[in-house]
T-cell receptor, first 115, second 114 residues
Framework: EAGVTQSPTHLIKTRGQQVTLRCSPI?????VYWYQQALGLGLQFLLWYDEGEERNRGNFPPRFSGRQFPNYSSELNVNALELEDSALYLC??????????????FGPGTRLTVT | AQSVAQPEDQVNVAEGNPLTVKCTYSVSGNPYLFWYVQYPNRGLQFLLKYITGDNLVKGSYGFEAEFNKSQTSFHLKKPSALVSDSALYFC????????????FGKGNQVVVIP
């Protein structure tokens, strides 16, 4: 069974640019999550999508946005990039349901460097 | 809001010795608790979870964790550490209801010395 896949693996952008990161969940998973792992800040929750809708959002500015497609894949968009956006962006997927204790399975991440 | 504390930055242990990685949590109501491991330049791999029931949870690669409600702890353990267990370990918690977001600790670097 294929795991969570993310693209691209690495990305270098300059300040002010925009970036789109992509994620494909495990087959059968309808929930997709995005996390930011920045040096010294640990793993921070960004967004949760389920059945095409944004269910919850972490403490990030509006220039972080995303969407989930009918096939449950997802995109994370970051506008007006800042130096502090440099981080590993991790996507995870799980079976659906906010009452179910399903574990989240993570992809390998996209390393974003902003110069 | 839920949160996790992993008090030690690095845990050094000799190969073959018991390994313990500490985690305490804070959450409203009953918690769901998870342990993940991250190898260099890789995503997080799920190790085990506590939902309800037996306080001792067994997971992948010989790891287990003990849930202690009175101490709000969920320490990860392995009876005999291997060099290949050297990695970054994350404890995470989510609330029973409300949302699926995981709150992670800052992680513990485990170094197993041959």
């Amino acid at each position: 069974e294929a795991g969570v896949t993310q693209s691209p693996t690495h990305l270098i952008k300059t300040r002010g640019q925009q970036v789109t990161l992509r994620c494909s969940p495990i087959s059968g998973h309808t929930s997709v999550y995005w996390y930011q792992q920045a040096l010294g800040l640990g793993l921070q929750f960004l967004l949760w999508y389920d059945e095409g809708e944004e269910r919850n959002r972490g403490n990030f500015p509006p220039r972080f946005s995303g969407r989930q497609f009918p096939n449950y894949s997802s995109e994370l968009n970051v506008n007006a990039l800042e130096l502090e956006d440099s981080a590993l962006y991790l996507c995870a997927s799980s079976l659906a349901g906010d009452r179910a204790p399903y574990e989240q399975y993570f992809g390998p991440g996209t390393r974003l460097t902003v110069t | 809001a839920q949160s996790v504390a992993q008090p030690e930055d690095q845990v050094n242990v000799a190969e073959g010795n018991p390994l313990t990685v500490k985690c305490t949590y804070s959450v409203s109501g009953n918690p769901y608790l998870f342990w993940y491991v991250q190898y260099p330049n890789r995503g997080l791999q799920f190790l085990l979870k506590y939902i309800t029931g037996d306080n001792l949870v067994k997971g992948s690669y010989g790891f287990e964790a003990e849930f202690n409600k009175s101490q709000t702890s969920f320490h990860l353990k392995k009876p005999s550490a291997l060099v290949s267990d050297s990695a970054l370990y994350f404890c995470a918690v989510r609330a029973l209801y409300g949302n699926n977001r995981l709150a992670f600790g800052k992680g513990n670097q485990v170094v197993v010395i041959p």
